[in-house]
Nanobody, 124 residues
Framework: QVQLVESGGGLMQAGGSLRLSCVAS????????MGWFRQAPGKEREFVAA????????SYADSVKGRFTISRDNAKNTVYLQMNSLKPEDTAVYYC?????????????????WGQGTQVTVSS
């Protein structure tokens, strides 16, 4: 059974930084592209960032490009999301997800398994 566990969320002032982590178990982590998504209250889930199996290719939503960085450590079965210059509009529940393909994709429907989410709140 595949399991993803996110951590690192919390309350931060605008302009601050947070690093989210997502640890995978129950599957060969290095076989999957990984992604981060978020959902704010009353809004649909949206793509944030994704990374290929090897980590050599990444993709970002325009709203986070230049502020967020996705990375992975396949030896630790972990994917990270470094979030800098946080804005109040970044407030959401952040989810990591796994896609059994090589390249990073933005479509949430491509992802087969999901974590339970971690709350990020950015105050102004």
């Amino acid at each position: 059974q595949v399991q993803l566990v996110e951590s690192g969320g919390g309350l931060m002032q605008a302009g601050g930084s947070l690093r989210l982590s997502c640890v995978a178990s129950g599957r060969t982590f290095s076989r999957d592209a990984m992604g981060w998504f978020r959902q704010a209250p009353g809004k649909e889930r949206e793509f944030v960032a994704a990374i290929s199996r090897s980590g050599s290719s990444t993709s970002y939503a325009d709203s986070v490009k230049g502020r967020f960085t996705i990375s992975r450590d396949n030896a630790k079965n972990t994917v990270y999301l470094q979030m800098n210059s946080l804005k109040p509009e970044d407030t959401a529940v952040y989810y990591c997800a796994g896609d059994p393909s090589y390249y990073p994709v933005q479509a949430g429907r491509r992802y087969d398994y999901w974590g339970q989410g971690t709350q990020v709140t950015v105050s102004s």
